[in-house]
């Protein structure tokens, strides 16, 4: 009898709760979702552009238009031809069959996405728990900042990394970066940022409407 009352008694309490979060959901949904959930990029004059061979010769032309005493002051890039220059190594070297790269410039963050094994981004040595509840290929997105550091070198700063839909916490970032085999990494670069190899004419790297901006050392 007791145990019959107890069960009740755990059946209402489920049930009170149940109501009082359906009525309250306008206060705590937004709040879970910003922590767990990755917004994709809102709709925007920016589209997603492929990474690819032609357009890092595009933008390893661009780099050397800066090297050039009597070259523009700033070049206009692509997304894609950006990252297809200075980033598609390090998508591949995070997983190796990395595949069908894009790249987004939006705001002051450059997004990048591509499809990715999830047994090479460490399973659950580097994912924990998550790694029992993603499995096979997902689509990782990557959004960060360009940061010039000095003459010849810079790093792509990743705020925030999601596989499929699920936001990834801000710790594991530095552990799946740790899987790129970089040998240039020194303590000048974060370590939740990529290192950069750049022109050393370079003096700073900006993202808006949906380009990127390399701006020239002009002594």
Known sequence: MFSCLGRLGCLVVAALIAVAAWFTRDYWYPRVRERFVSTPPAASAAKWEPLTAEG??????????????????????????????????????????????????????LYLRVQVSVADLGGPKTLG??????EGKQELTVRGRVEVLKPGRAQFRIDEMSLKELKLPSALIPRLISRIGINDRDSTIADDAIPVRIA??????RVAKGRVTLYKNVP
């Open 56 to 109: 890092a010769a595009r933008g390893r032309a661009a780099f050397e238009s800066l090297r050039s005493k009597n070259g523009p002051v700033f070049v206009n890039l692509g997304a894609g031809d950006f990252a297809s220059f200075v980033l598609d190594e390090a998508l591949h070297g995070m997983s190796p069959d990395a595949a069908n790269a894009e790249a987004l410039a939006r705001d002051d963050h």
């Open 129 to 134: 728990p998550l790694s029992g509840v993603l």
């Open 200 to 205: 050393r004419e370079l003096a700073d790297v």
